[in-house]
């Protein structure tokens, strides 16, 4: 099992990949990589991928984002076809450049939903919750409630449909789906319904010292929040730094910070198994740090290759360099590592 603070440096790294570049060399082996990490951890669960495979979806949102692009923005010198008339926004030349921008933004947001998939997978959902500061733990219930709800949802989907299709049920069109929509919709009103009753038995949101303590904290904080914006107004009205400007600013973060650390050390949490840090936490960790190093830091990276990709106005060929892909290849560790402890 990989650390959690390990994963998220992934996930950092990661994201940062992503928005940083638009050269299809290197997003097809970001993608790639994190595809296959994602595959890793459905063959160790012993699932099935179901409707959100990462291929399919990458399909169907770079062919509706490239035709999306390439009907709304008719810039380029390849002409494939011209639509004819006044039609806004339609009318004009469509491009091939066009459509490979559109192309290239579709696979980032691919990326960007498999990444965070990934980071599903790889993650209960009380890890999540246990890097939510003890401050604002009725936020961590909530955000554990709702990180759950996507993947107990496709669960139930997917024994309904099977329930369905045992009965000799198939979907051929939306007529069809209602039979799967109908019992999706009680189930998760059911589970809705025994999540309240569970919640209220143990007292979620009572009245206690501790909720009073954290009510008071929270008009706390709302006042630090007023005197770092009164800071800004005033900075922004004088147009220079004053010296009242820095004093409400550095008063209201002060404020903002002792109630945060007052609050959470009156907030009382149990911990029945906590995580340690292995070498392949920190294998894991490395490779992350490497991406972000090559991304972030250009100036002592000889290859050069965050210079974004641009199809505009002549479609040309992206440049490459294997050392830059070797490099972003950091984000590949933690599908060999999770591979080798499972053997």
């Known amino acids: 099992m990989i650390n959690t603070w390990a994963w998220c440096g992934w996930l950092l790294a990661g994201l940062v990949a992503l928005s940083l570049t638009r ?15 994602s595959t890793v951890l459905v063959r ?44 806004p926004l339609l009318s004009g030349a469509v491009t091939l450049e066009a459509m490979t921008y559109g192309a290239l933004n579709g696979l980032v947001l691919s990326g960007l939903f498999v990444i965070f998939m990934v980071f ?20 961590a219930v909530v955000i554990s409630i709702a990180v759950t709800f996507i993947p107990a949802t496709r669960r139930e989907l997917e024994l309904i449909r099977e329930a369905q299709a045992v009965r000799g049920h198939r979907v051929r069109g939306v007529r069809d789906a209602l039979p799967l929509f109908m019992p999706l919709l009680v189930g998760g009103l059911e589970r809705a319904f025994q999540l309240a009753e569970a919640m209220t038995a143990r007292g979620f949101g009572g009245e206690g010292e501790a909720a009073a303590h954290a009510f008071r904290g929270r008009f706390a904080m709302l006042a630090g929040l007023l005197l770092i914006l009164a800071g800004w107004l005033l900075k922004l009205v004088t147009g220079s730094s004053p010296l009242w400007a ?5 008063a209201g973060a002060a404020l903002i910070l002792a109630v945060f650390v007052l609050i959470s050390s009156r907030s009382v949490s149990t911990t029945y198994q906590t995580e340690s840090w292995s070498v392949r936490d920190g294998i894991v960790l490395a490779g992350a740090a490497l991406v972000l190093v090559v991304f972030l830091v250009p100036s002592i990276s000889p290859w050069h ?37 499972s053997k």
Not at 246 to 250: A, D, E, S, V
């Open 23 to 37: 050269n299809p060399t290197y997003l097809v082996i970001i993608f790639l990589s994190i595809t296959l990490v």
């Open 44 to 87: 160790r669960a012993g699932a099935r991928r179901g409707f959100f495979s990462p291929l399919y979806f990458l399909g169907f949102i770079c062919l509706t984002a490239s035709l999306f692009n390439a009907l709304t923005s008719h810039f380029g010198n390849t002409i494939l076809f011209a639509i004819p008339g006044q039609i």
């Open 120 to 139: 599903n997978q790889a993650l209960p959902a009380r890890a999540l919750v246990r890097l939510i500061p003890r401050a604002f733990s009725p936020l």
């Open 246 to 250: 820095g004093i409400l600013i550095t």
């Open 305 to 341: 290759f965050m210079q974004n990709y641009n199809p505009y106005p002549q479609i040309t060929l992206p440049s490459f360099n294997p050392w830059a892909g070797c490099a972003i290849l950091g984000l590949l560790l933690p599908a060999f590592l999770v591979v080798s402890v």
